[in-house]
């Protein structure tokens, strides 16, 4: 059974507030990106399977670095978001760091055996935790969230096999997609509520058009990065990402 917080909610709802699940398709859609630049760069058919695998390590980096964000958040949360699982109790500070560490270790063992994709991973680890640890007060916090997208590109190519001129574009231009809106997301105010989630999730269709330079004869994988962008905006409904 399910343990239940004082006011009835499920902590198993915290866990999931706590890693920000709604957003993981447009993780998945910056995998695939990533995965299918490398292999048009080989010339060679993109690897599902390896891709899926993937998305499954990019995807514990991203839940690890959200637990770790509201770990380090806890007091400016406990004013500013008392909404927040660690600020309600639901989960300890101590708790949020532990869940977090270990996700990301986890992340980064799925990249063996590609010494190139694991020393990405460790960059991208490490831009998690100083992202996590520094972006309050640090002006230049919105480059470092939109690098950490931008290595998810450079990891998944590494991992499938090559890291071309085409994915390090693909990569920057993610991270200035990625700093742009959390710029924006701090100057939203009262929209806020409609327009980080409608740019967060558009970071798929960032995706898609940039499947659709690298492969154009692949329409049908563009189109299912740009299902992230509905999957996305109709899982906040269940789980707020922001």
């Known amino acids: ?7 009835g909610r499920p902590r198993s709802r915290a866990y999931l507030l706590l890693a920000r699940v709604s957003n993981l398709p447009t993780v998945w859609s910056n995998v695939l990106a990533g995965a299918l630049g490398a292999s048009a760069a080989l010339g060679v058919p993109l690897d599902r399977g390896a891709a899926a695998w993937i998305a499954v390590a990019a995807s514990l980096f991203y839940t690890g ?4 964000n509201d770990a380090c958040d806890a007091r400016f949360d406990s004013a500013a ?26 992340g980064e063992a799925l990249l063996w055996p590609s010494t190139e994709a694991l020393l990405l991973g460790a960059v991208l680890a490490a831009a998690i935790v100083f992202y996590d640890v520094s972006h309050k007060g640090n002006r230049f916090a919105p480059v470092v969230m939109g690098a950490c997208r931008g290595l998810v590109y450079l990891v998944a ?14 990569a920057v231009l993610m991270t200035a997609y990625v700093a742009g809106l959390t710029v924006v997301a701090k100057r939203a105010g009262a929209n806020a509520r409609w327009l980080v989630p409608l740019l967060i999730a558009a970071i798929s269709l960032v995706d898609a058009a940039f499947i659709l330079f690298v492969a154009p004869g692949a329409p049908t994988l563009a189109l299912l990065a740009a299902v992230g962008f509905p999957l996305t ?3 906040q409904r269940w789980v707020p990402g922001d």
């Open 1 to 7: 059974m399910a343990r239940i917080a004082a006011d």
């Open 157 to 170: 190519a590494a991992a499938s096999g090559a890291v071309s001129g085409a994915v390090v574009g693909g």
């Open 233 to 235: 905006l109709g899982l």
């Open 65 to 68: 670095g959200m637990f770790l």
């Open 81 to 106: 978001r008392p909404e927040r699982p660690i600020p309600r109790g639901e989960v300890g500070r101590g708790e949020a760091i532990a869940v977090g560490g270990v996700l990301l270790l986890l």
